[in-house]
């Protein structure tokens, strides 16, 4: 079956612009997650969804970032006034619900490469 | 604070022989460890999963151990391939299960 996909795989933009990064998980994954992966640093957490809870935003660096999960699938990340520390690439990943056998593997879809001019 | 070590430089080894990678972690109480392969331009790749109480675990030519005492783990690839040169991530999670912390992952060169 298909798997977790991002949209758009590339996006260059200017100084505080505001961007909006797209995560389509695998169908059935309730819990929904993104990470940042700077260049030369490893992959850093930023949110996780899980079905109907509320988000874990303990990783969002800063106000300037939100992210949303339409009915419990599709999920946009938001970097507003982007700055050039803004600059790395957005994973997704998706995984099984919390009760299914193989729910601790994460899914990952190939990333977003952001840079902020 | 919580961390999570690899070794940052590459390891460059011969076709055939074992890789060995270590990941040590400090400050850090993990239900379980996840090993994952990252090609340059995508995602990582899932591979191996290892609970804490484990000690080791396989599947085909790969291999984990997992130490709680001295709070680290190795992986090992045996009969190495030149297709096994990537970057591999070591990740640990929590009791709550769900976040993953990751370590800096320690690049492979296999050479035929």
């Given at each position: 079956g298909a798997g977790v996909s991002q949209?758009?795989?590339?996006?260059?933009t200017e100084k505080g612009?505001?961007?909006?990064?797209?995560?389509?998980?695998?169908?059935?994954?309730?819990?929904?997650?993104?990470?940042?992966?700077?260049?030369g640093q490893g992959l850093e957490f930023l949110i996780y969804f899980q079905g109907n809870s509320a988000p874990d935003k303990s990783g969002l660096p800063s106000d300037r970032f939100s992210a949303e999960r339409t009915g419990g699938s599709v999920s946009t990340l938001t970097i507003q006034r982007t700055q050039q520390e803004?600059?790395?690439?957005?994973?997704?990943?998706?995984?099984?619900?919390?009760?299914?056998?193989?729910?601790e593997t994460q899914y990952f879809g190939p990333g977003t490469r952001l840079l902020v001019l | 604070s919580q961390k999570i070590?690899?070794?940052?430089?590459?390891?460059?080894?011969?076709?055939?022989k074992t890789a060995t990678l270590t990941c040590n972690y400090t400050n850090y109480s993990p239900a379980y460890l996840q090993w994952y392969r990252q090609d340059p331009g995508r995602g990582p790749v899932f591979l191996l999963l290892i609970r804490e109480n484990e000690k080791e675990k396989r599947k085909e030519r790969l291999k984990v151990?997992?130490?709680?005492?001295?709070?680290?783990?190795?992986?090992?690839?045996?009969?190495?391939?030149p297709a096994d040169s990537a970057t591999y991530l070591c990740a640990l999670?929590?009791?709550?299960?769900?976040?993953l912390t990751f370590g800096g992952g320690t690049r492979v060169l296999v050479k035929p």
């Open positions: 949209s758009p795989s590339n996006k260059v612009k505001d961007v909006e990064l797209r995560c389509d998980p695998i169908s059935g994954h309730t819990a929904l997650y993104w990470y940042r992966q700077s260049l803004d600059s790395a690439v957005y994973l997704c990943a998706s995984s099984l619900p919390r009760l299914a056998g193989d729910r | 070590e690899q070794n940052s430089e590459a390891l460059n080894i011969q076709e055939g151990t997992f130490d709680t005492t001295l709070k680290q783990s190795l992986f090992h690839i045996t009969a190495s391939q999670t929590g009791a709550a299960g769900n976040k």
